[in-house]
């Protein structure tokens, strides 16, 4: 069975500018979390969803958005980037919210 | 509110010799606990978890941890270390009384192991 898989792998991105990124779940996961690695705050939960619905949200600002598709696909979107959310964004996957989430290998965003 | 603290950040062992891992919790309920492994550039790997049962509990690559409720400790242990056990190493909790943040994972801040020759 294929793992998560997350696209794209790396991205450069300008102050100001707004980025989505994407993720698939294992096949048959319902719920999709999404985590952002940095190496001053380590791993930040930034938010759940599950049948299309998000779940639970971290402290994150209004910038950082995410849904989730009828196929259990997720896109999170960073609006007015700063250079402070340069970091690995991570995706996990899981059955049900609250089983063993199984992670992507994330993608890593820089902001110039 | 969840925590997780790994005390060490970086565990330096030989090939062959065991090693630990350490991590303690703090959840108000009842919590499920799992360590996960990093290599570089990759994301997190999955190795073990602990949700009710034997305290011991059994992963991949012949790791182990150990559940302490009255320590609030689950260190992650393995007898015999390889070279190849080298990554950074995280603890993570998730408090299973709490619905609504059921699934949220808080992790520790990671620990280094460097396993040499």
């Known amino acids: 069975k294929a793992g998560v898989t997350q696209t794209p792998r790396y991205l450069i991105k300008t102050r100001g500018q707004q980025v989505t990124l994407s993720c698939s779940p294992i096949?048959?996961?319902?719920?999709v979390s999404w985590y952002q690695q940095t190496p001053g705050q380590g791993l930040q939960f930034l938010f759940e969803y599950f049948s299309e619905t998000q779940r639970n949200k971290g402290n994150f600002p209004g910038r950082f958005s995410g849904r989730q598709f009828s196929n259990s696909r997720s896109e999170m979107n960073v609006s007015t980037l700063e250079l402070g959310d340069s970091a690995l964004y991570l995706c996990?996957?899981?059955?049900?919210?609250?089983?063993?989430?199984?992670f992507g290998p994330g993608t890593r965003l820089t902001v110039l | 509110a969840q925590s997780v603290a790994q005390p060490e950040d970086q565990v330096n062992v030989a090939e062959g010799n065991p090693l630990t891992v350490k991590c303690t919790y703090s959840?108000?309920?009842?919590?499920?606990l799992f360590w996960y492994v990093q290599y570089p550039n990759r994301g997190l790997q999955f190795l073990l978890k602990y949700i009710t049962g034997d305290n011991l509990v059994k992963g991949s690559y012949g790791f182990e941890a150990e559940f302490n409720k009255s320590q609030t400790s689950f260190h992650l242990k393995k007898p015999s270390a390889l070279v190849s056990d080298s990554a950074l190493y995280f603890c993570?909790?998730?408090?299973?009384?709490?619905?609504?943040?059921?699934?949220?994972?808080?992790f520790g801040t990671g620990t280094r192991l460097q396993v040499t020759l």
């Open positions: 096949s048959g996961h319902r719920s």
């Open positions: 959840v108000s309920g009842n919590p499920y």
């Open positions: 996990a996957s899981s059955l049900a919210a609250g089983d063993t989430q199984y």
């Open positions: 993570a909790v998730r408090d299973i009384s709490n619905t609504g943040t059921a699934s949220k994972l808080t």
